[in-house]
Structure formats: C-alpha cells, structure tokens
C-alpha cells in the first residue's frame, strides 16, 4: 500500500510540473496557475518522501529500498536519516528541497508576478527532470518479492549524526543555486537585465554560498571524527565535486556585488550562475550514479548514468545556447581603476575560476579518460597540493590586500608594509615554535597572516580605535554598514580557516602501534596506557571500547575511550575515534584490529595542532554569509 | 563610455602574468601524479615500471593475511591471478578477508610494497575497479 501511494504521489507531482510547463505555453499571457503549480509539486514531493520516511520508521520492508538499506534494530534517527543514505532516496531529498525553495521563491520574490512565473516555468522544467528520474530509473518504491522478514542493514560508516545534516545541507546549497540560474536565464531571454535583478538575486547567492560552506564543513568534520584517518580533507573525486560549486558560488557571490554596485561584469555573472548551477548538478550526480569510486558512491545502474548525462546535457545545451545567442545586450563599459576593490573582485574571480579549472581537470578526466581508454586511472593528492595551495595562496594576499584599499588614502605604503612585516614576524615566530616544514607551509602562514592582520587592521581604522575613545568607537561600530561586516566575518573566517588547514596538516604527527592492557605507547610528549577492553553491546551494535589513559608531559589528560564497533547485521565495523581537542592542538586515538586471543588492539595515535581553527573558521566564514543573507537591509528575495 | 583602452591593454597583461604561471602549474604537475589501477592479471601480463606509484585491486584472498604486530601480509586475487602484498601499519576496519580492496603503493620483484590500503566502498562492500576486473575474468558470481 505504502509504495503505491507513493508511487501515485510522484506521478502527481510530476503532473503538476509537466502542467506548470506546457499550459503558460498554450494559454497566452501572464497566468498565476504556475505558482498553483509549484504549490501542488512540493505537496506531492514532500508527501512520497514523508511516505519513504514512514517506510523506514515501520521497517516495510516489501520496499525494496528499505530492505536494502535498514534494520529494525536500527536507531530512530537513523531510520528517518536512512531514506536519503542510498541513491534513490538522496535524490528524493534533492528534488524536494528545490520544491521547497521554489514555493520560498514564488511568495517572497519581489519580482513582478509575469517574471516569477516565468521563472518558475523554467524551475518545473528542472524539477520535472528530476521526479522523472525518480519514477523511471530511480524510484525509491520499487517491490521486492517476497517480503523480506529482515533488512540488510545501513553501511555503519554512514550511522552517524553527520548523516542527518550533511547531506541536507548541501543539497540546499545545491538548489538553491537553481533561481539564480534561472532568474538570469529569463533575463537573457527576455533580453533586458535590470539592476534590481541582480540585488534581487543577491539572497539567493549567498544563501547557494553558505549553505555549500556549511555542508561541506559539516562533510569534513564527519570525515575527521568516522572515518578514523585523522584526516579532514582527502581529495576524493567526490568531495572535489562539491568543491567546484563551492568555488564559483564564491566568485559569484563576488562579481554579482560589481553588478550591483557597478553595472559591470553582467554577461561574466551570468554565465557563472549557469556554471555554478551546473557544477551543483554534476556534484549531485557524480556522487550518485556511481561514476565516481568514494565512499559516497552507490551501486551503479547503466540506463542512470544515460539519463543523468541525457539530462545533464539537455540543461546544459538549453543554457549555454541562450547564453550565447543573448549575451551581448548587456553591460555597461566603465572605467576600473587597477587599485580599488572594483579590480579586486575581477582578480577574486580569475583565482576562484583557475581554482576550479584545476579542480574540474583532476575530478572529470579520469572519467573522460575511463570511458575513451577502459583503464582506470586516479589523480594523486600531490596533484592539488602542487596546484590548489600555492594558486589560493595568492588568492589570500590578493585578498588581504584588495579587501582593504582605500580611495582616499595617503599612508598606502605604510600600511602594506606593516602588515607585511606583522605577517613575517608572525611567521618567524611560528617557524621557531615549529621549525622543519616546507616552505610552502610557511609561505601559506604568511598568506593568511597577511590576511587576517590586514582584515583586523582594517577594521581598527574604521573605528579610530587609536583613538582610544569608547564611545567614539561604539558609535562608530555602529555606525559600520552591514554588508562591510559581514565581508569583515567572512574574510577573517576564511583566514582563521586558511592559518587552521596549514598548521593541521603540516605539523601532524602520527604512530601506529599494538597495545596490551598495561602497556604505553608515546607520541611526542603525550603517552597513552590501555587501561583496559570492554564489551559494550549496544542499539545494533557490539562495541569494544578501549580505555586508554592519556598523560601530556606527565599531567593528567584523561582516559580516551575509542570503539571498534562490530555491526551483525552489516557484518560489517567501524571504527569510532576518541578526540581531546584543546584550542592548542587535538588529541586523536582510533582503533582497529581488537584481536581476542591475546587481547590486543591495534591503534593510531594523531597530533594534529590547532585543528580547531579548521572548524573555529569554517563557523566564522559560514556565519559572515548567514549574518549578510539575514541582516544585510537592501536585500530583498 | 568605452573602456580606456591603456587599461584593458593592462588588465590583459595582469591577466597573462597571473594565468600562465598557473596553468604551467596544472600541466607540470597532472601527468605526474596520475595513477593508473592494475588487475592481478594485469600485473603478470603487463611489463609496469617498479617506479611508478599504482593501484591494484581484488579480492582479499581467505586465509591468506598474516600480521605480526604491524606488518601486514595478504594476497589480492582477481580469482585468476594473485599478488603478494605487504604493507606497514593499521588497516582501515572495512579491510577483511574474502572482501574487496584497493591498495596503493609500488611492485618490487614480486610482491608490492604498498603505502595505503584504500577501504572505499560502495554499498556492497565491492570496489567498483574490483569488480569490473573480475568480471572481466569472467569469475564474476554476485
């Protein structure tokens, strides 16, 4: 009953859109039925998800994508976060996330009303896409007979709290990079582009942004706590993928405020919400049609990868055409002084879109290359790190620098200098504390160094804090706009962010070892005794959890306790690493290999210092897109 | 007003300065660090550099890890063809007998040294590279 109904309700839904597209189409003139339209695809979407859901929380098993993918013994939370831990199912969530912006798009736009229908026309045409894939090659309720009295269980890497937020997330990010797309689509075709459209536009912009920051954040820091490496970035195709979105909905988010401020750049940031928009598609599928080899992937299915690609091309085809059959009507040609935040934007976006060129290459040409040759091949990590690192790190001293140039400024110099030298001296001082990296490492503490000081002193200025007057300087915090806030939030996040990443990964350190109950192991100045294995049986798992006592230079840390879980239904384990994290630096043991006869355990132990700027910065910078989506006044949807 | 033209004339050359180091960078470091997946049966048929670093995939053959402390010592078969694989320190969970892996690292004589054992699986528990080389043995029984 259950897979029927939803079943029924996908079809509905994909009426609906089918309806939304061909019926402004045949009728002439300005209709509100499409707004009624969309209305009527997000009920029926969000009820075949609400109707999967339920599927998981009462174990029908007679669903097929249930079977495979729970357990009765299987937490409620879980249970519910289950329906979009398989491919069906995520493309599910993804398709009702755009049904949910599309109805925050049609009642809070302030476009006029013949706009936002047509807008949404062509947001159906996307939708329809997608519920069709569902219904045709993807449908979450398909039978399996006879009923299975038990489920096979869900991969136990992916039972995890991170499961409930990071895939939402992201897919939201992913969507709402969908109106931009088509807002300027609409523009192209109507062949006027308005200034307001672009400040219009600007919400949804930030909100692509920092929804993409917060999901891949909230991805990394899942990474670091599951998979038991101790790493919290690896390069794999698949976090690259949502990497390439992330990058151009930074340089839009850029070069859409010289559209509205300016009027310049109008044809670049059109063409970079297509690209954006496209780039968060091939981020959805790569990951799920099984193109990709990750821990994210899903079994593959043939007649998937031709749709999507079938799809892909289509959206792709559709918009790149209009784009470049309409694209010389707009934009103004102004003067751009080479020293002003203007050229800063312009040079923002050459390093953001050489940023995904480099990505873009090292994600999609082992797949090109699979296809033509048959071979596999993958691009190593050293790939980026000799590519990726050194292009950001001159995108952080342009930033530095640009982010904080002034018209009327006589002491240029002066401040350049000081802030250069500020950075230097910050890096001797480290490289003394930590001496013996690569000179990559430090240029990259210099980098984001230079960044924050600049950032940090720019904001001292502003408020004549030299003046050391308090209510002169509360006044004129005040007195700040909130767009050059929340520009001051998100810089100084991605420096913290930048600071973070190179200590964490430069100054690891890291032993493997076995352990008895009695015996230590050292790392550096930390030592860690297993104190003793216990058996804990839990939920749906049996877990040895490990007690380890952990001394730094002879004072007490604590006892750590990681797990080696053993999953029965799975027949599978995870491993669930203990951290203690100082601001100074985080503590990280993970185990494996519990072996019964001689009551061992195989661990890892991880100093990785200052590994909590990574995730202080990546909260500062996806609060500065929040606070500037939120409280930023000229904006409206 | 049309864009001064001594400006653009410098844009253009900021750009060139800013674009060739980086796509110098891109080029001179992709060709490097590309690296291709052999089967067991690859492996025996094919001459491969002990240079270069690779992957190679299969099955965990049963009964065939031994450990001592650290070291780690098991045969990759795509059912046809085996290689010995030895490799240093602590294996991701999903790592068992008779399952599916990729590791990375180089072929010395006969047997090859590993650096990283890859645990990156879908679903099944299967690496997609593993079961396309076994299904191209024709050992394929799901």
Not at chain 1, 119 to 131: D, E
Not at chain 1, 478 to 486: E, Q, T, W
Not at chain 1, 571 to 593: G, N, R, W
Request: hydrophobic share 50%.
């Amino acid at each position: 009953m259950l897979p029927f109904i939803g079943n029924l309700s996908l079809i509905i839904a994909l009426i609906f859109a089918a309806s939304a597209i061909i019926i402004p189409l045949i009728s002439q003139g300005p209709t509100r039925f499409v707004g009624n339209a969309v209305i009527g695809q997000f009920i029926f979407s969000a009820g075949s998800l609400g109707i999967l859901i339920y599927g998981y929380i009462i174990s029908d098993f007679c669903i097929s994508n249930v079977y495979h993918n729970s357990h009765i013994s299987k937490p409620l939370i879980y249970k519910i976060a289950g329906a979009w831990a398989n491919h069906e199912g995520s493309i599910l969530l993804w398709v009702n996330l755009l049904a949910m912006i599309n109805i925050i798009f049609l009642i809070f736009s302030k476009l006029d009303i013949y706009s936002r229908m047509k807008i949404l026309q062509l947001q159906s045409l996307i939708f329809a896409g997608i519920i069709g894939f569902i219904i045709f090659v993807s449908n979450p309720f398909n039978l399996i007979e006879p009923t299975p009295i038990s489920g096979k269980g869900l991969n136990p890497l992916l039972q995890d709290i991170g499961l409930a937020m990071h895939p939402p997330a992201l897919y939201l990010g992913y969507v709402c990079s969908s109106v931009p797309f088509a807002t300027f689509l609409w523009s192209l075709i109507k062949k006027e582009f308005p200034q307001t459209l672009a400040i219009h536009m600007h919400s949804w912009i930030l909100a692509t942004w920092s929804f993409l920051t917060i999901g891949i954040g909230l991805g990394s820091s899942w990474a670091y706590r599951e998979l038991g490496w101790g790493g919290f970035w690896f390069w794999d195709p698949v976090e690259n993928s949502s990497l390439m979105p992330w990058l151009l909905a930074t340089a839009l988010v850029h070069s859409n405020l010289l559209v509205i401020k300016r009027g310049i750049l109008v044809n670049w940031t059109i063409l970079l919400a297509i690209f954006t928009f496209l780039a968060s598609l091939l981020g959805t599928f790569l990951v799920r049609s099984g193109i990709l080899i990750s821990v994210h992937s899903f079994a593959n299915d043939p007649k998937r990868g031709v749709y999507i690609l079938c799809y892909f091309t289509i959206i792709a085809i559709i918009s790149l055409g209009i784009f470049a059959l309409r694209s010389g009507n707009f934009g103004t040609r102004k003067q751009l002084s080479l020293l002003s935040q203007e050229a800063g934007i312009f040079f923002n976006n050459l390093y953001l879109f050489t940023l995904f060129i480099t990505i873009c290459l090292g994600t999609i040409y082992p797949i090109l290359y699979q296809y033509i040759s048959g071979n596999s091949i993958s691009v190593g990590e050293g790939y980026y790190v000799k590519t990726f690192i050194p292009i950001t790190l001159g995108l952080l001293i342009f930033c530095g620098f640009f982010s904080t140039i002034r018209h009327k400024n006589n002491n240029f110099t002066i401040k350049y200098l000081f802030i250069t030298s500020f950075s230097l001296v910050f890096v001797m001082a480290i490289s003394y504390q930590y001496p013996k990296a690569s000179i990559i490492s430090y240029l990259a503490l210099f980098a984001g160094m230079f960044l924050l000081s600049a950032m940090v002193l720019d904001y001292f200025a502003k408020i004549e804090i030299h003046k050391c007057d308090m209510t002169l300087t509360l006044d004129k915090v005040k007195g700040l706009s909130r767009s050059y806030n929340a520009m001051m939030i998100s810089h100084i996040g991605l420096a913290i962010l930048a600071i973070g990443i190179t200590m964490a990964s430069t100054w690891d350190h890291e032993i493997d070892g076995e352990l008895k109950e009695g015996t230590t192991l050292k790392l550096a100045n930390y030592t860690a005794q297993l104190k003793g294995l216990e058996l804990k049986k839990i939920h749906n798992y049996v877990a040895v959890v490990a007690d380890l006592y952990v001394e730094k230079s002879g004072n007490e840390i604590g006892h750590l306790k990681p797990e080696q879980r053993f999953y029965n239904v799975e027949k599978s384990q995870t491993s669930e690493s203990a951290i203690h994290s100082v601001f100074l630096e985080d503590f990280y043991i993970s185990m494996s290999e519990f072996s019964p006869s001689n009551n061992s355990i195989l661990v890892r132990l991880f100093i990785r210092p200052f590994m909590s700027l990574i995730w202080i910065g990546a909260v500062i910078l996806s609060f500065g897109g929040l606070y500037s989506l939120l409280f930023v006044p000229r904006r409206s949807l | 007003m049309p864009l001064n033209k001594k400006l653009r004339l410098n844009f253009i050359i900021l750009f060139l300065c800013f674009f060739s180091p980086a796509i110098w960078l891109i080029l001179d470091n992709f060709s490097d660090n590309i690296v291709f997946f052999y089967s067991p049966t690859d492996i025996k048929m094919q001459k491969i550099s002990q240079a270069k670093i690779i992957r190679i995939g299969g099955l965990v053959k049963e009964g065939s890890i031994k450990r001592s402390n650290l070291d780690l010592e098991f045969i990759v078969t795509d059912l046809s063809n085996d290689v010995k694989v030895k490799y240093n320190g602590i294996a991701p969970t999903l790592f068992r007998e008779g399952q599916g892996a990729v590791v990375k690292g180089k072929l010395s004589a006969n047997e090859f040294i590993a650096s990283e054992i890859l645990a990156k699986h879908d679903e099944n528990y299967m690496p997609k590279e593993v079961a396309d080389s076994i299904k191209k043995q024709g050992q394929w029984r799901p």
